[in-house]
């Protein structure tokens, strides 16, 4: 799988969008961009995933650049719930030994303050 | 839906001894489940990759006969870990793929803190 690069640490204010980069300059025609988050202590929760269009969900919106090298998870209105590591991976969904595996980097640390 | 669970979510025990941690789909069926390691303030590393009916697939560097995966039913996978020390002393996780349907998902259990004595 392809690695991704994140800022380490990221701050926002209560309710305004919260705007994570990932960079991903050697992802491949079939792999897919995902992202997870991770509250303190818990397992990480799935967000959201596209490959090549803009995906939006209940949770956030995922822009994805037109040569696929970097993306970006928006949260339109973050709350202090948010406050968490959010993980960017590229993961193939075709099969092979590789199948399923998610590698996780060292991800962005949100803080969400009031 | 797509819930997984773990039990324990927590466990202390003394070095030496054996123990094990339940992994369960709760309301989807998961051919493969897999088992992560976290130390704190560090990422998640996958250990293995467990496959309904056959044997896990180990990452490099983790000792297959330490950890002992079992992935018996498709809603059902357990980690032992054995003869635990404390450097076992960590925070196991797991997570559940579900597939199907143009679906390719993992969800993850809420883990399992152990602490070895």
């Known amino acids: 799988d392809a690695k991704t690069t994140q800022p380490p640490s990221m701050d926002c204010a209560e309710g305004r969008a919260a705007n994570l980069p990932c960079n991903h300059s050697?992802?491949?025609?079939?792999?897919?961009v995902y992202w997870y988050r991770q509250i303190h202590s818990q397992g990480p929760q799935y967000i959201i995933h596209?490959?090549?269009n803009n995906e939006t969900n209940e949770m956030a919106s995922l822009i994805i650049t037109e040569d696929r090298k970097s993306s970006t998870l928006i949260l339109p209105h973050a709350t202090l719930r948010d406050t968490a590591v959010y993980y960017c991976?590229?993961?193939?969904?075709?099969?092979?030994?590789?199948?399923?595996?998610?590698?996780f980097g060292q991800g962005t640390i949100l803080t969400v303050h009031p | 839906g797509a819930v997984v669970s773990q039990h324990p979510s927590w466990v202390i025990c003394k070095s030496g001894t054996s123990v094990k941690i339940e992994c369960r789909s709760l309301d989807f069926q998961a051919t493969t489940m897999f088992w992560y390691r976290q130390f704190p303030k560090q990422s998640l590393m996958l250990m293995a990759t467990s496959n309904e009916g056959s044997k896990a697939t180990y990452e490099q560097g983790v000792e297959k006969d330490k950890f002992l995966i079992n992935h018996a039913s498709l809603t059902l996978s357990t980690l032992t870990v054995t003869s635990a020390h404390p450097e076992d002393s960590s925070f196991y996780i797991c997570?559940?793929?579900?597939?199907?349907?143009?679906?390719?998902?993992?969800?993850f259990g809420p883990g399992t803190r152990l602490t070895v004595l």
């Open positions: 050697t992802i491949s025609g079939n792999e897919y």
């Open positions: 596209g490959l090549k």
């Open positions: 997570s559940a793929s579900r597939t199907g349907g143009g679906y390719n998902e993992q969800f």
């Open positions: 991976i590229v993961r193939s969904n075709a099969g092979g030994t590789s199948y399923g595996k998610l590698t």
